[in-house]
């Protein structure tokens, strides 16, 4: 019995030292799979947003907890919008709040992610 405690204790510290403080553990395949779904209304600007896309939103909030993680999540997502020139600006700085879901960085190909 022992050595099953001793054994847990192990794994547990191991898996405190994986992610080092400060350093981001969200990545930029999460968020592009956060927000895929968004990408047409992000591209149009119209139309409804799909329940699919608000998940994929509020799962991009639930990720990014920490300060390295959401300025991760912000070069992310500043990356993906800028491989797609179509994005509309309004939509994708409207997004968290037509989803309902409040984001503490812009989606937006412009913003300075280590504010």
Not at 82 to 97: G, N, V
Request: proline share 4%; charged share 15%; aromatic share 4%.
């Amino acid at each position: 019995m022992k050595g099953v405690v001793i054994s847990v204790f192990v794994v547990l510290a191991m898996v405190q030292f994986m992610v080092k403080p400060g350093q981001a553990a969200v990545s930029c395949d999460e968020v592009n799979e956060c927000l895929a779904s968004c990408i047409p209304y992000l591209t149009s600007g119209a139309g409804n947003l799909t329940a699919q896309c608000c998940g994929g939103v509020g799962k991009l909030q639930k990720i990014a907890e920490t300060t390295a993680d959401k300025q991760a999540a912000c070069n992310c997502v500043k990356q993906a919008a800028a491989r797609i020139p179509t994005i509309k600006e309004d939509a994708a700085s409207s997004l968290p709040a037509k989803c309902n879901v409040q984001i503490n960085f812009p989606i937006s190909k412009n913003t300075n992610c280590q504010e």
